[in-house]
């Protein structure tokens, strides 16, 4: 039986000669290939700054502390609970909104309803690859002065109108192996904003200002005061070298991650009972993910037992929503009505996608769902 995973790292050889040099060299710790990575990163996107971290959850946890939020984000239910968990830990209360049907994303609509004096922050969460509809947030945020951290975890590279996620306000990104571009676990967060640059830094090393590798050189390179209360958010050393290698990659593998979707919508045309994901109009969908719907009526959950069966790893991203989940149920945090977030999390299935996906494992995929379907129909 053929075996499509969900998803297969993308790396060769120059990842594996980047991590053997990094380990001939001994500095296995946060060093010069961090420093490489966040300024390839920053580059690609075009903005000043950019810290590694060992997490996306790490970076939002310190957006949200670093912009001092203490108040209310609005953030989407319909995502992984990292995103909410960190708002927690980083010292605010999450506040939930509605999704829009054809895109999963935030809807701002959602978000208008849920401002109060408290509202600090919007979180909108690039979901699998697409940016949400950034012009409404930012047009939102500037009427109300509230603060942005995107959390773009799933979108390396989508764009809105030609302008990258994790561009508008705060981005954070994760390199987890699932993700467009990966270091097995890790997190970038990015900004413009040389007050946050400057506490960020600090705070994900113990509060240090300056690193190890850059004290290196100085006259006192033991001299390592904290400023501030902080983590050990780092990255290692070991880790940006990859990351330098699939940065290198990146569009590469989005181009093809792109290919392989269109090719897989054209191919889903002949079953009705299947919706295909949708690319809004402005946007560049970079297909983290790539999620599809099932006809109301459809038994969801057996359909992914029958591809998974079949060795299609299919699976849903995400149930349950994080309003129902014990730390956040019970009206422990304030949140919208949310219909369309009850109503996607029974439709929705990811399907597999991956730049090295070929046609025989995209044919198979859609034969596996037809016959599933002729079986639980
Ligand atoms: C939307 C979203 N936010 C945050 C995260 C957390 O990322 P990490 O695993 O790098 O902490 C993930 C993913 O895994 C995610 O999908």
């Known amino acids: 039986m053929r075996k499509i995973p969900l998803c297969i790292p993308y790396t060769g050889q120059e990842e594996i000669d980047a991590v053997s040099e990094v380990i001939r060299s001994g500095w296995y710790a946060h060093g010069p290939k961090n420093h490489e990575f966040e300024e390839g990163f920053a580059e690609y996107l075009g903005v000043k700054h950019a810290f590694s971290m060992n997490s996306c959850t790490s970076a939002l946890h310190l957006a949200v502390e670093g912009l001092g939020i203490t108040g209310e984000v609005i953030l989407p239910s319909f995502t992984f609970v ?16 509605d999704i829009r049907y054809d895109t999963c994303n935030i809807d701002p609509e959602s978000i208008e309803r849920l401002i109060t004096p408290q509202t600090e922050a919007i979180m909108p969460v690039h979901f699998g690859g697409q940016s949400a509809d950034m012009t409404a947030i930012m047009e939102i945020a500037e009427k109300h002065g509230l603060r942005v951290i995107e959390d773009s ?13 994790g561009t508008f306000g705060v981005g954070c990104f994760s390199f987890y192996p699932t993700k467009n571009l990966t270091t097995g676990e890790g997190g970038m967060l990015t900004t413009n904003d040389d007050e946050l640059a400057r506490k960020v830094k600090a705070l994900l090393a113990h509060g240090i200002d300056k690193s190890t590798y850059e004290r290196e050189d100085q006259e006192k390179a033991w001299y390592r005061s904290a400023s501030r209360v902080g983590y050990n958010f780092r990255m290692s050393n070991i880790l940006a070298a990859v990351g330098v290698e699939q940065l290198k990659k990146l569009s590469e593998m989005n181009r093809l991650r792109r290919e392989k979707a269109a090719r897989l919508t054209e191919l889903l045309e002949d079953i009705p009972e299947i919706t295909p994901p949708v690319e809004q109009p402005g946007n560049t969908h970079v297909y983290q993910m790539y999620t599809v719907r099932v006809a109301e009526g459809l038994d969801r959950d057996a359909l992914v037992r029958g591809l998974n069966a079949r060795g299609v790893g299919a699976s849903i991203h995400f149930f349950p929503p994080v309003h129902h989940m014990k730390p956040y149920r019970e009206g422990r945090y304030r ?31 859609v034969e596996s769902i037809q016959s599933t379907l002729a079986e639980i129909s």
Do not use: C, W
Not at 82 to 97: D, E, L, Y
């Open 153 to 165: 975890a799933e979108t390396i590279g989508g764009t809105h109108h030609g302008r990258l996620t």
């Open 335 to 365: 949140q919208d009505e949310l219909p369309v977030t009850e109503k996607v999390i029974r439709e929705i299935v990811t399907l597999p996608m991956y730049p090295q996906l070929s046609e025989e494992d995209l044919v198979y995929m």
């Open 82 to 97: 990292a995103s909410a968990n960190a708002v927690i830990t980083g010292g605010a209360r999450p506040v939930f909104a």
